[in-house]
């Protein structure tokens, strides 16, 4: 079945740096990206959604100068953390979507700032 | 405003009777509903589906039932099993353009099969 790689699984960061997340879909072209964050107790907030080669559309809410969304091929997009606060501090998870197929997530990343 | 809303945080049930998972929407454009299974600190992985178009898919011990009158939807797992503790989240999304876009998910429930 698809699958998607997500790394790192865990980072550990120093406020006011920068951290990148990558998603792949292995084994099929994802024309459709998504990522999203994952609080305590909450549902899974969608973030954005980027399609290969165009700008990401930000969910109502999202700071796009502060996660950076790159979707440069049709397997692989990165989500970059600017400048990270503790408040950032969350998992964040991606989900590839192939043409009118289904949903694939990958297994997430913890992120602490410290 | 949340459109997907599962008003259980959690459920206990023993193992081999059934669990019964709730979900509600508000957004009448869904058209496409989807039950996921989430470990803690793993992504979530896919369950099962149904579209609008039925009001019952069943794969194995899970079965979805939707009822869009009351735009309520339903995933029962029988028998359950100590391995199907997990969050389960129901997700919604509505066909744009041709194809379905963006998933918006409930809260989860925490299911827990007690042996």
């Known amino acids: 079945g698809a699958v998607v790689s997500q790394h790192p699984s865990r980072v550990i960061c120093k406020s006011g740096t920068s951290v990148k997340i990558e998603c792949r879909s292995l084994?099929?072209?994802?024309?459709?990206m998504f990522w999203y964050r994952q609080f305590p107790k909450k549902s899974l907030m969608l973030m954005a959604t980027?399609?290969?080669?165009?700008?990401?559309?930000?969910e109502q809410g999202v700071e796009k100068d502060k996660f950076l969304i790159n979707h440069a091929s049709l397997t692989l997009s990165t989500l970059t953390v600017t400048s990270a606060h503790p408040e950032d501090s969350s998992f964040y998870i991606c989900?590839?979507?192939?043409?009118?197929?289904?949903?694939?997530f990958g297994s997430g990343t913890r992120l602490t700032v410290v | 405003d949340q459109q997907v809303k599962q008003n259980s945080p959690s459920l206990s049930v023993q193992e081999g009777r059934i669990s019964i998972l709730n979900c509600d929407y508000t957004?009448?454009?869904?058209?496409?509903f989807l039950w996921y299974k989430k470990y803690p600190a793993e992504g979530p992985t896919f369950l099962i589906s149904?579209?609008?178009?039925?009001d019952k898919n069943e794969d194995g011990r899970f079965t979805v039932f939707l009822n869009k009158s009351a735009k309520h939807l339903s995933l029962h797992i029988v028998p359950s099993q100590p391995g199907d503790s997990a969050v389960y989240f129901c997700a919604a999304s509505a066909t744009v353009g041709g194809s379905n876009y963006k998933l918006t998910f409930g809260k989860g429930t925490l299911l827990t099969v007690n042996p």
């Open positions: 980027s399609n290969e080669g165009s700008k990401a559309t930000y």
């Open positions: 084994d099929f072209q994802a024309t459709t």
């Open positions: 149904i579209s609008s178009i039925k």
């Open positions: 989900s590839a979507k192939q043409g009118a197929g289904g949903y694939t």
């Open positions: 957004n009448s454009m869904f058209d496409y």
